[in-house]
């Protein structure tokens, strides 16, 4: 498959180079030989895409946090702990009990709802000890509080960190993390 797909790519790179100086239309029909040449790789993406628009454009439908019906063959248990893993940064026994204990659709409404979670008092106490988070937002460029930005940023990762490993609150942290990622912002 990858040799196949290398070919592909280099006999579109090639033709792109012959008519580079056609302008867009040869880039197009560059970009249309490489499509046509390496079809196949294409067609899952495109029978994924279809059915996905197909799903968002159904008026009133509404979304289900339950999983699809599963074939005989496939162990329910199976569909907990991929969700477990799905929403933690790392599946640990105690969770994995937990979504156990609590089926699919309870352990996934109680992540969605993370207010209900209590944390553990050692990660109370030890996310208390980190004076970035005890201090007013005004106070984080207080230079006598924090002297330096390291300082600052050390302080904050090693909380986000913390958070990610030991939280119970698992998918609120995956979600700090993708919308962090996504807004992402220079500290400095």
Known sequence: M?????????AAQQQADQHSSDGVKSRRQAIATWARAAGRAFAPAAAIG?????????????????????PADVDPGSLVAKLASRVSFGVTPELLAEANTLGYDAFLERQLNPESIPESASTTAYLGAIPALTVQPAQLWDETLFPSDELL??????A?????????RQLLERMVEFWHDHFNFDLA
Do not use: K
């Open 2 to 10: 990858f040799i196949d797909q290398h070919s592909a790519d280099l």
């Open 50 to 70: 279809a059915a996905g628009a197909a799903v968002m454009s159904m008026p009133g439908q509404r979304a289900s946090a339950s999983p699809m019906d599963v």
């Open 153 to 158: 940023a050390n302080q904050l990762t090693e």
């Open 160 to 168: 986000t960190i913390y958070r990610a490993s030991f939280s119970s």
